[in-house]
């Protein structure tokens, strides 16, 4: 069965720290990971990765890949306390594209001013 | 707005009662999902859509569960005899399925179901 894990399941930092958040994932037949961000409302798209070693970027937030050991890690830096949200890790493990996600649990991130 | 949307976005409903939930997707999106997500868990798979036809229900779709979306556009979810373990919030997703790329699924703000 595919499945998604993420770890920590909830982290408490202050603000201007920089947080490292973990995904690993066992699947058949694995296509992209993607990052979330979910607030009090619907998940909303961070990143979608299909390459291992390519670092995708976007202001204080990067993740990367690494398909050899099955994982992916979503970095913050320099946390604000709007960073606060759950962070969610999902593959696509269909291999034929546009298929339902699998998710992990998330990482409820906590940063306190 | 542009975005996904769901319609209730809170319904509280009676053991026994049937409820029907709504999604309109992207207007270009021919793929629809839907998921469930209970406290602490992340989204689970339940059903989901190409245009008009239903691709895969989940095992987690009992009989009582039934999707439809009729003219390829909005969907329809419909829970019958709701049971307290129904509870839960329900995101439509969709996306824009085109061969040889990727594309990534945008959420709705979800409808959050409880059953007393």
């Known amino acids: 069965e595919d499945k998604v894990v993420q770890s920590p399941l909830s982290l408490v930092v202050h603000e201007g720290d920089t947080v490292t958040l973990n995904c690993s994932y066992e699947?058949?037949?694995?296509?992209?990971l993607l990052w979330y961000k979910q607030e009090k409302k619907a998940p909303t798209f961070l990143f979608m990765l299909?390459?291992?070693?390519i670092e995708k970027k976007s202001g204080r937030l990067s993740s990367i890949l690494d398909k050899k050991e099955l994982f992916s890690i979503l970095n913050i830096t320099a946390t604000q306390t709007g960073d606060s949200a759950v962070y969610l890790c999902?593959?696509?493990?269909?291999?034929?594209?546009?298929?339902?996600?699998?998710f992990g649990k998330g990482t409820r991130l906590s940063v306190i001013a | 707005d542009t975005g996904v949307s769901q319609d209730p976005r809170h319904k509280i409903t009676k053991r026994g009662q049937n409820v029907t939930f709504r999604c309109d997707p992207i207007?270009?999106?021919?793929?629809l999902y839907w998921y469930r997500q209970t406290l602490g868990q992340g989204p689970e798979f339940l059903t989901y859509?190409?245009?008009?036809?239903?691709?895969?229900k989940s095992r987690l779709l009992s009989d009582r569960f039934s999707a439809e979306r009729p003219k390829g556009s909005f969907s329809t979810l419909e829970i019958q005899r709701t049971e307290q373990g129904d509870s839960a919030m329900y995101l439509c997703?969709?996306?824009?399925?085109?061969?040889?790329?990727?594309?990534?699924?945008?959420f709705g703000p979800g409808t959050r179901l409880t059953v007393l």
């Open positions: 997703a969709s996306s824009l399925a085109r061969a040889s790329s990727y594309n990534e699924q945008f």
């Open positions: 699947v058949t037949n694995f296509r992209s």
């Open positions: 299909t390459s291992s070693g």
């Open positions: 999902a593959v696509e493990a269909r291999g034929s594209g546009n298929t339902p996600l699998v």
């Open positions: 207007s270009e999106h021919n793929r």
């Open positions: 859509f190409q245009n008009e036809a239903q691709l895969e």
